[in-house]
């Protein structure tokens, strides 16, 4: 268990617009590796007490002075298991493995996903390296949902280290594939804006200032092929950030088609599994030989035929 103690010593720590007094949302702001929902439960369950007593409710106004202490019971980590999944491996040998990921897939476990994971089917496939602890060996970077294409796992904890050094590094190259909304006015272009947490939205980023929270951002783009209404485009990442390319391409306007998050949802007449964003190509030295391994994962039927709908029209 974790245990917290807090004190409000000014009114002004407390006093935010949207009453932001209330002693969930005073908490969700101090604790942000919680989430409201997460600290409204731990209120119901009687593991927060303000004053050595517990809160009438998640609704308690705080005052300057209280003093709240929070347990965080330990939560128990899903029994992870090998499943038969099949794998399209781009490339493999004893110390790494590059896998075409399908959309729907999610890459480990999470709330609401505590089987049928990409971990799964890798621990059935291979030996993986701990780094990553038990619910994500092996995992070096990731791959949204329904983002699909070239990831690389690494079976030994040196090629993890190293692979992870190569993407601090900037020295491994990922380039991605997607179909965006509307036609930027020019030919390439760079995207350096700071990626936070949502204000408002759990579930999605947005760009946020640094002194916000924000972290450094850095995506870099290039058009491929109009198509009419839309364009294919190629991005390249600098940094590694949760939807990044998702919120990149937004913000200057040009949202990735059937983005459920960030997208507007228009129909473009193709059933995709989900947002037309694919990991193409992906660059990095081996770990051992210092070689350069470059891995091309295919798009994806849907993506084709995507591309096909919007050529004809």
Not at 289 to 309: K, M, R
């Amino acid at each position: 268990m974790t245990e917290i103690n807090l004190e409000i010593k000014d009114s002004s720590e407390f006093l935010a617009a949207n009453k932001g007094d209330r002693l969930d949302v005073w908490l969700a702001s101090e604790l942000t590796d919680l989430s409201r929902s997460r600290i409204q439960k731990l209120i119901a369950q009687g593991w927060v007490k303000v004053n050595e007593q517990l809160p009438s409710s998640k609704n308690y106004k705080l005052k300057t002075g209280d003093r709240i202490h929070i347990t965080i019971p330990a939560v128990e980590a899903p029994t992870m298991e090998a499943e038969d999944i099949p794998l399209d491996i781009l490339y493999e040998d004893e110390q790494l493995l590059i896998l075409n990921k399908p959309a729907g897939l999610v890459v480990h476990p999470s709330a609401g996903h505590s089987q049928g994971t990409l971990v799964n089917a890798l621990l059935a496939h291979c030996p993986l390296s701990a780094i990553g602890g038990v619910q994500r060996p092996g995992i070096v970077h990731r791959l949204d949902k329904d983002t699909t294409g070239a990831m690389v796992v690494a079976k030994t904890d040196f090629a993890h280290q190293n692979l992870q050094a190569q993407l601090k590094a900037k020295t491994a190259r990922r380039e991605y594939l997607a179909v965006v909304y509307g036609v930027p006015p020019t030919d390439i272009g760079t995207i350096n804006l700071p990626i936070g947490r949502h204000p408002v939205d759990r579930k999605k980023n947005a760009i946020v200032p640094e002194e916000k929270g924000g972290r450094a951002s850095v995506t870099h783009w290039q058009v491929k092929e109009r198509l009419g209404n839309y364009t294919l485009m190629l991005f390249q990442l600098e940094t590694g950030r949760t939807h990044q390319i998702r919120v990149h391409s937004t913000h200057i306007g040009h949202p990735i088609v059937r983005d459920p998050l960030y997208g507007p949802g228009n129909s473009v007449g193709v059933n995709l599994p989900g947002q037309a964003l694919h990991a193409w190509r992906l660059r990095l030295q081996h770990p051992v030989s210092g070689d350069w391994i470059e891995a091309i994962a295919p798009l994806p039927p849907a993506f084709l035929t995507l591309l096909e709908v919007l050529r004809r029209r």
